[in-house]
């Protein structure tokens, strides 16, 4: 059986009409083949749809059935146009976004407030993951995109493009106290006596690397005590006096008691944070957002 969108239209003409000649003008159409056409559409179904004599046209039961259900489909059809432009523009879909802390605290509220407000209908899949489970993650279509903290991998290039986002210098993260009242910039010799609070290598090779190049151009080689993937609970490690960690300048507003945060003394290590994207994904969605995120 194979319903055309054509029968169901002619059908509501008529059940709205109640009359097969005031529905056939509607339709700008002889009477007969509407007859014809209900007919089909009747034998078609297995079922009259009109009880018909000369005076009146009336809905059997199976016509009432079919009415609002009828309605509804043509009234769905009447919207695809518009559906498939605004798939089409980028304007309705999914866009599966991953992100590391520092963009939570800096770039990613903006661009999300942004991008909402200008594609209202698109829904956001957000997860907060570190670069080197975003590089996964978009290397096996799990994800569109990713705010991630550069370099990536030759592998990762190989298929990845990527876009610089923002830059930032690291700063002190210290227990409240234990930082010189006076100076607002830091000599890390100052805090030689505290261990260190660190990234692990493999998560975040770049901050890692950055932030250990900080403790030898100063002729330091800190203590590791802990690591921790996530900032938040570095920023906690912190406030239970566990040690200090230098983090991204965004990272600051991350407010803790018991934590203070400083500006470092002399030249500091910019962290990049920038957004990465599969190079065959070819999706309105994601288009949409990186031309977003390029004005910001």
Request: proline share 7%; glycine share 6%; with cysteine.
């Amino acid at each position: 059986m194979n319903l055309e969108l054509r029968q169901l239209r002619y059908f509501l003409t008529v059940a709205e009409e109640l009359h097969f000649g005031r529905a056939a003008a509607r339709l700008h159409m002889t009477q007969p083949p509407l007859s014809q056409a209900i007919a089909a559409l009747e034998e078609s179904l297995g079922a009259p749809l009109f009880l018909r004599n000369r005076r009146q046209v009336a809905l059997t039961s199976a016509g009432s059935a079919l009415l609002p259900e009828a309605r509804r489909l043509l009234e769905g059809a009447a919207g695809l146009p518009e559906l498939v432009r605004r798939a089409a523009a980028g304007e309705s879909g999914r866009l599966a976004l991953s992100f590391v802390t520092p963009a939570d605290y800096s770039v990613l509220p903006g661009l999300l407030r942004d991008y909402s407000t200008a594609y209202p209908n698109v829904q956001l899949v957000l997860q907060e993951a570190t670069t080197d489970l975003q590089i996964d993650d978009l290397l096996h279509e799990r994800i569109d995109a990713g705010l991630v903290i550069p370099p990536l991998s030759d592998k990762a290039q190989a298929q990845l493009d990527y876009m610089k986002v923002l830059e930032e210098p690291l700063v002190v993260c210290a227990p409240a106290g234990t930082l010189p009242a006076s100076k607002k910039n830091v000599d890390l010799k100052t805090l030689r006596h505290l261990p260190l609070i660190i990234f692990p290598r493999k998560s975040a090779p770049a901050l890692h690397d950055a932030i250990l190049s900080c403790f030898r151009e100063a002729g330091l080689s800190p203590e590791v005590k802990q690591e921790a993937i996530q900032m938040q609970t570095i920023v906690s490690l912190v406030s239970a006096g566990m040690g200090l960690a230098l983090v991204p300048q965004s990272v600051s507003n991350l407010m803790r008691p018991g934590v203070e945060y400083r500006a470092l003394a002399g030249a500091t290590p910019q962290v990049e944070l920038g957004l990465a994207w599969r190079r065959d994904n070819t999706s309105p969605v994601l288009r949409g957002f990186l031309e977003l995120a390029r004005k910001t």
